[in-house]
Antibody
Framework: QVQQQESGPGLVEPSQTLSLTCTVS??????????WGWVRQHPGRGLEWIGY???????FYNPSLKSRLTMSVDMSKNQFSVKLSSATVADTAVYYC????????????WGQGILVSVSS | EIVLTQSPATLSLSPGERATLSCRAS??????LAWYQQKPGQPPKVLIY???KRAAGVPARFSGSGSGTDFTLTISSLEPEDFAVYYC??????????FGQGTKLEI
């Protein structure tokens, strides 16, 4: 059973880059069965897909965030990461690792989430 | 982008009653429509995928149906642990994923 844990700064200043890492346990990030991804939830609001990445490094991003997004995988640490540049208050949210199996179109595995606030 | 609209925003029912939650898409959706349950302080949990398939371990009282632009999550007889927020989600082309704004099921 895949388990995921988000980590990173809980506070980011406006215009800086928001960077988060998801550490995977229970399986290898090099397993071709998975797409490793992120979903965020603005306070008291709904869910927004951010994007996901395959172990090869191929990444798929939400078009509305694409220009600010970079995702990567680190096989040696069994981790994947997201960077969102030029952060604004609107990026304040709970960020979840959200991973799907390659053949599916829903998110089977979720981390517990990490709250990131963008504020000066 | 396909927009998903869920109704009602809040549904007030009692244990033992039947719950019917609606999800309407702004354009026709393929079979990739899923439903999630989220409780306070927890991540979402997938209940239903591909319109009507129950995820592993999900009780049989949860069922999904629909096609085209109209989809329904039905809980046949509410248990106390079912009171939560429910989201629908679809996968479009490119690929891209969108969620509905949620229905809060309250006692």
């Amino acid at each position: 059973q895949v388990q995921q844990q988000e980590s990173g700064p809980g506070l980011v200043e406006p215009s800086q880059t928001l960077s988060l890492t998801c550490t995977v346990s229970g399986d290898s990030i090099g397993n071709s069965a998975y797409y490793w991804g992120w979903v965020r939830q603005h306070p008291g609001r709904g869910l927004e897909w951010i994007g996901y990445i395959y172990y090869t490094g191929d990444a798929f991003y939400n078009p509305s965030l694409k220009s600010r997004l970079t995702m990567s995988v680190d096989m040696s640490k069994n981790q994947f990461s997201v960077k969102l540049s030029s952060a604004t208050v609107a990026d304040t949210a709970v960020y979840y690792c959200a991973t799907k199996l390659g053949t599916t179109a829903h998110f089977d595995y979720w981390g517990q989430g990490i709250l990131v606030s963008v504020s000066s | 982008e396909i927009v998903l609209t869920q109704s009602p925003a809040t549904l007030s029912l009692s244990p033992g009653e039947r719950a019917t939650l609606s999800c309407r898409a702004s354009q026709s959706v393929n079979r990739y429509l899923a439903w999630y349950q989220q409780k306070p302080g927890q991540p979402p949990k997938v209940l239903i995928y591909e319109i009507f398939k129950r995820a592993a371990g999900v009780p049989a009282r949860f069922s999904g149906s629909g096609s085209g632009t109209d989809f329904t999550l039905t809980i046949s007889s509410l248990e106390p642990e079912d009171f939560a927020v429910y989201y629908c989600q679809q996968r479009g082309n490119e690929p891209s994923y969108t969620f509905g704004q949620g229905t809060k099921l309250e006692i």
